[in-house]
């Protein structure tokens, strides 16, 4: 299992600030993934504020369970076989790996969670400013948004310099807190 520290700064923008900042980014490594989140039916990971998915890119999986730091997110990462994936996707075997046993560690019944709902990414990566900068179009329960992130090492440097993007090709600025999870999950709770 390896860690990280994910801190970054994101707006959600219009469709055209979306297409203004591709085609200014457009040289740049251009790919799709999909989330897969997962909980409970009862919400019990969102409840802790924990965020739990499966990342599908390039037909590689991935699992990672976030966690809340004073400034940022602690990733837990564990990679996935396919069969893995099928097993959980469709079985609902939760892979056995460090993740397992560190959410049993933390009383979560693994037993209990399946893939709630999914969304898909098409995303632009570039570097900047000794960041990274992710691009997305974002596709889940019939909706599209477009969320423009940097991550960097640093949360108010990485809300100055998206802020400093953002007044460069005069796009409205506004902090988006809402996550893609977040998000997701709030779309599926409104279809109901």
Known sequence: MSNAIEIEAKALVRKEDYEKLSKAFRTYK?????????????GYLRKEG?????????????????????????EKNEILSEKAF?????????????????????????????????????????????????????AYSGKTDYEIELEYNNEDEAEKLLRELFLKYDIPFSLNKKTKVARAFEAITNEK
């Open 86 to 138: 099928d097993d959980f996707t469709r079985n609902g075997q939760f892979p056995e790996n460090d993740l397992k046993r560190f959410l049993t560690m933390l009383d979560v019944d693994v037993d209990t969670l399946k893939v709630k709902t999914s969304l898909t990414t098409n995303r632009i990566d570039a570097p900047y400013q000794g960041g990274k900068l992710s691009i997305d179009e974002n």
């Open 50 to 74: 924990l965020a739990l998915r499966i990342r599908e890119k390039y037909g590689t999986y991935e699992m990672t369970l976030k966690t809340p730091l004073s400034q940022g997110l602690l």
């Open 30 to 42: 251009h790919f799709i993934q999909t989330n897969f989140y997962i909980d409970n039916d009862e």
